[in-house]
C-alpha cells in the first residue's frame, strides 16, 4: 500500500522569509500524482499545488513552489515570501494516475506551519 | 457557484444512534469521496464513486454505507453510532480525468459521538 510521510509536525518562518516543508512516500507505481493540499482554521481544504510525476520539471504556483525527486520519492514544498495568510496545515497527498479512475488520495500526517510576525 | 455542500455542519450522536451525512455538488462531477479526518491526522478514504450507482470501499468503510441515486448526491449513513467514529468528516468531488484534477471539499461535518 501506498504511504505519505511528513516527518515534520510543526515548522514556524518568520514573515517574508522562505520555509520549506518535507514528504516522502511510497510507492511501486511509476505513474502518479503528488499534491499539497493547505487546511486553514477555517478547516477548508485548498489545493496549493500539484505535480505529475511524469513531468521531470517541478511544479510552481506564484510563491509556492515543490521539488520533486522522484527516485528517492521526495516531494518538498517551498514557500517563498511568506505571508501571515500561509499560516495553516499543509498535507501532502499522493494518487495514482488511473485511466477514467476514481484519483484515492492517501494523505500525509500534517505539518502545521506557523507565521511570525 | 456553490460547489460542494455538506449539512449538517456539527452533529453530537448518542452511542448506537444512527445519521445520514448529507454531500452534494453543483459541478456535475463524475467522482465524490468521503473522507474522515481524526484529531491531528491527515484525511482518510473512506468510501468513493465513479458514478451514478457505482460505490467502492477506501481505506476505513467499516461502520459506514454509502449510496449515489444521482450524479449530485453522495450520502454517508453510520448505522450504530461508536464512539471510534467521533471524526470531521469531508466529502469532496472531482472531474472524470487521468487523476491531476484536484478535488473539490466541503467545509466539514463534525461529529461526536457520546
Known amino acids: 500500500a501506498q504511504t505519505v510521510t511528513q516527518s515534520q509536525p510543526e515548522m514556524s518562518v518568520q514573515e517574508a522569509e522562505t520555509v520549506t516543508l518535507s514528504c516522502t512516500y511510497d510507492?511501486?507505481?511509476?505513474?502518479?500524482?503528488l499534491f499539497w493540499y493547505k487546511q486553514p482554521p477555517s478547516r477548508q481544504m485548498i489545493l496549493v499545488i500539484r505535480?505529475?510525476?511524469?513531468?521531470?520539471q517541478n511544479a510552481t504556483e506564484n510563491r509556492f513552489s515543490v521539488n520533486f525527486q522522484k527516485a528517492a520519492k521526495s516531494f518538498s514544498l517551498k514557500i517563498s515570501d511568506s505571508q501571515l495568510g500561509d499560516a495553516a496545515m499543509y498535507f501532502c497527498?499522493?494518487?495514482?494516475?488511473?485511466?477514467?479512475?476514481?484519483?484515492?488520495?492517501?494523505f500525509g500526517q500534517g505539518t502545521r506551519l506557523t507565521i511570525n510576525p | 457557484n456553490a460547489g460542494v455542500t455538506q449539512t449538517p455542519k456539527f452533529r453530537i450522536l448518542k452511542i448506537g444512534q444512527s445519521m445520514t451525512l448529507q454531500c452534494t455538488q453543483d459541478?456535475?462531477?463524475?467522482?465524490m469521496y468521503w473522507y474522515r479526518q481524526d484529531p491531528g491526522m491527515g484525511l482518510k478514504l473512506i468510501y468513493y464513486?465513479?458514478?451514478?450507482?457505482?460505490?467502492d470501499k477506501g481505506e476505513v468503510p467499516n461502520g459506514y454505507n454509502v449510496s449515489r441515486s444521482t450524479t449530485e448526491d453522495f450520502p454517508l449513513r453510520l448505522e450504530l453510532a461508536a464512539p471510534s467514529q467521533t471524526s470531521v468528516y469531508f466529502c469532496?468531488?472531482?472531474?472524470?480525468?487521468?487523476?491531476?484534477?484536484?478535488?473539490?471539499f466541503g467545509d466539514g461535518t463534525r461529529l461526536s459521538i457520546l
Open positions: 497527498a499522493y494518487s495514482l494516475g488511473i485511466i477514467q479512475g476514481a484519483q484515492k488520495l492517501v
Open positions: 510507492t511501486s507505481e511509476s505513474d502518479y500524482y
Open positions: 469532496a468531488s472531482s472531474t472524470r480525468d487521468r487523476g491531476n484534477q484536484p478535488q473539490h
Open positions: 505535480q505529475e510525476a511524469y513531468k521531470q
Open positions: 464513486s465513479v458514478g451514478a450507482g457505482i460505490t
Open positions: 459541478m456535475n462531477h463524475n467522482y
